[in-house]
């Protein structure tokens, strides 16, 4: 299994930081319930992640403090900076309100140079969207490349899961590879990790078309580790298959038929089951160790279409779903084709 680089250290930050102090700029990306800027300093590593809606002081100082305490360890610093844009600092505005966060910024192997002369992350869309991304510059990864991709990201939610920890909004967009000079993956929106369990004040932030749907029928408040199993196989079946692809409401055996490994097709199915009980995250990293075994280094994806089209939703900001908001869904899902196009352009 390949190692990914690890940077030895993040800048050196205060656990609090006020945002008079900082220095951004550029016009920022804006995202559903964010902003982000680049800032000046702190070695050109950290990037604002300034809130569009009011965040819980509380947690985010527990995500804070926990990074610390990660940090310190040779073992989880190391795979902490290796896998995750963790919450560096929180930001505070003049009334001492929580104003946003300080993340790190993406090394540069993250970044895709296109071919129209933008530089852009290069996120697990770019997996899913592969003939499009190829039309930008972006060389498709193999068979074998998207296995290790896989394994390394459901490594880094089985790490989150033996801490304790559940990340509540995993999405293509949250997600970013590289395959030179090696297999990485870095996660992203890591504010969004909470407790396993836990009742936080926070608003439920999530990517609809990602989301287990127990949490969008209300049958659990917030993601849980089966959410966490719903989208990795959700994530599977998009990245090999197709990448519009849902499940059916029901527990029905469907599944992807073309394009997806047969050897992960069974616990593909079990995974995104409307209902639990789903397969554990060991179960998945041994499934995929085994597939990695029998895949050949240049296998690539067989494709029967170009994929022109983009199903990727808007995302989603300060929703706790309950029936006001899954008739808000039900409007969202109206507008798909909308958010399709947002999405394609962002791709350009």
């Known amino acids: 299994m390949t190692v990914q680089p690890v940077p030895h250290t993040w800048p050196s930050l205060p656990q609090r930081v006020p945002e008079g102090e900082l220095r951004t700029y550029g016009a920022g990306s804006r995202g559903g319930s964010s902003t982000v800027f680049d800032v000046f300093g702190h070695e050109d590593r950290v990037l604002?992640?300034?809130?569009?809606?009011?965040?819980?002081?509380?947690?985010?100082?527990?995500?804070?403090?926990?990074?610390?305490?990660?940090?310190?360890?040779s073992n989880d610093g190391a795979f902490l900076r290796r896998r995750?844009?963790?919450?560096?600092?929180?930001?505070?505005?003049?009334?001492?309100?929580?104003?946003?966060?300080?993340?790190?910024?993406?090394?540069?192997?993250?970044?895709?140079?296109?071919?129209?002369?933008?530089?852009?992350?290069?996120?697990?869309?770019?997996?899913?969207?592969?003939?499009?991304?190829?039309?930008?510059?972006?060389?498709?990864?193999?068979?074998?490349?998207?296995?290790v991709l896989l394994r390394l990201t459901v490594e880094a939610f089985a790490w989150l899961e033996e801490r304790g920890l559940v990340h509540e909004d995993i999405s293509a967009g949250n997600l970013l590879w590289s395959v030179r000079p090696e297999p990485a993956v870095l996660i992203l929106d890591c504010d969004s990790i909470r407790p396993a369990g836990s009742t936080v004040d926070d608003p439920l932030l999530t990517t609809t078309d990602w989301t287990d749907p127990r949490v969008l029928g209300g049958e659990?408040?917030?993601?849980?580790?089966?959410?966490?199993?719903?989208?990795?196989?959700?994530?599977?079946?998009?990245?090999?298959?197709?990448?519009?692809?849902?499940?059916?409401?029901?527990?029905?055996?469907?599944?992807?038929?073309?394009?997806?490994?047969?050897?992960l097709l069974p616990v593909l199915r079990e995974s995104v089951r409307a209902t639990t009980p789903r397969p554990p995250l060991h179960r998945w990293l041994a499934i995929l160790d085994e597939a990695l075994e029998d895949t050949p280094a240049r296998t690539h994806t067989p494709r029967t279409a170009v994929r022109t089209t983009v199903s990727e939703p808007l995302r989603q900001g300060g929703l706790s779903y309950g029936v006001k908001e899954r008739v808000a869904l039900a409007v969202g899902l109206v507008c798909g084709a909308v958010a399709a196009i947002l999405l394609l352009i962002e791709m350009l």
């Not at 992350?121 to 899913?128: G, V």
């Open 48 to 73: 604002y992640k300034k809130y569009a809606i009011q965040r819980s002081e509380a947690d985010l100082d527990r995500l804070v403090r926990l990074h610390r305490e990660l940090d310190s360890d």
């Open 84 to 147: 995750f844009a963790w919450p560096l600092a929180v930001v505070t505005a003049d009334g001492g309100a929580v104003s946003g966060v300080l993340v790190p910024k993406a090394e540069m192997t993250y970044r895709a140079q296109l071919s129209t002369n933008r530089v852009r992350a290069r996120d697990f869309n770019y997996l899913l969207y592969e003939t499009r991304a190829a039309r930008v510059g972006v060389e498709p990864a193999t068979v074998r490349e998207k296995l």
């Open 220 to 263: 659990v408040p917030r993601p849980d580790q089966a959410s966490v199993t719903y989208a990795v196989g959700l994530l599977t079946a998009r990245v090999f298959g197709t990448p519009s692809w849902r499940p059916s409401a029901t527990d029905s055996q469907d599944s992807p038929q073309e394009g997806v490994p047969a050897a």
